[in-house]
C-alpha cells in the first residue's frame, strides 16, 4: 500500500482516487491551471461609467478636493497591511470620521481598504469658515462642516428726545 500511495511519476499535481480496495492516480485536468493564474475579472469593472457620477452625485470635471473617511467594519482579522494602513490613515476608532486630501497617494492606500471604510465628499453648505467661525464647526455624519453661528447682539441707537 505505501509503494501504491507514492507519486508513482505523475507530480506533486496529482490526485488520488480510491477505487474499491486500490489507490489510483488521477491526473488533474490542464485548463484547471488557468483558472488560478489570472484575473477573471473582466477590465470594463474598473473603468468609471457616466452612470456612477449621476449615481453618487459627483463631476468628473471638478473633483471634490477633501474625503471624509469613516472606518465602518473591523480590522479584526484582517490581514498585517490592511492594519497598517488602517493605523496610518487614523481610523483605529470605528464609526470617526477624519480628512485626507484628494490626491494620488492617499487614494492608493483608500483603495486597499475601501471595503472597510466609507468615503464621503466634504460638504460646505455654509461655505468655507473663517478663523473665527473655526472653533464653532462641526463635522456631521453625512459628510457635511456646519458652522454654528452665535447670534451677536443688536447695537441700540440711540433716541434722540
Not at 488533474?28 to 484575473?39: D, E, N
Request: aromatic residues 6%; charged residues 25%.
Amino acid at each position: 500500500m505505501a509503494a501504491v500511495a507514492g507519486r508513482g511519476g505523475l507530480g506533486p499535481a496529482a490526485a488520488w482516487k480510491m477505487l474499491g480496495k486500490r489507490m489510483e492516480a488521477v491526473a488533474p485536468a490542464a485548463w484547471v491551471r488557468c483558472l488560478f493564474t489570472r484575473s477573471r475579472i473582466p477590465d470594463s469593472v474598473f473603468q468609471p461609467r457616466p452612470g456612477d457620477h449621476e449615481k453618487y452625485g459627483g463631476d468628473p470635471e471638478q473633483p471634490h478636493k477633501i474625503h471624509v473617511v469613516t472606518r465602518i467594519k473591523s480590522v479584526i482579522g484582517r490581514p498585517y497591511w490592511e492594519k497598517k494602513i488602517i493605523h496610518d490613515l487614523g481610523l483605529d476608532k470605528a464609526h470617526q470620521p477624519t480628512l485626507h486630501k484628494n490626491i494620488p497617494s492617499v487614494n492608493s492606500k483608500l483603495k486597499v481598504v475601501k471595503h472597510l471604510i466609507r468615503i464621503q465628499p466634504l460638504k460646505l453648505p455654509y461655505g468655507l469658515p473663517t478663523e473665527e467661525e473655526m472653533s464653532d464647526t462641526f463635522l456631521t455624519s453625512k459628510g457635511e462642516l456646519v458652522i454654528k453661528r452665535h447670534l451677536k447682539p443688536v447695537e441700540q441707537k440711540a433716541i434722540k428726545s
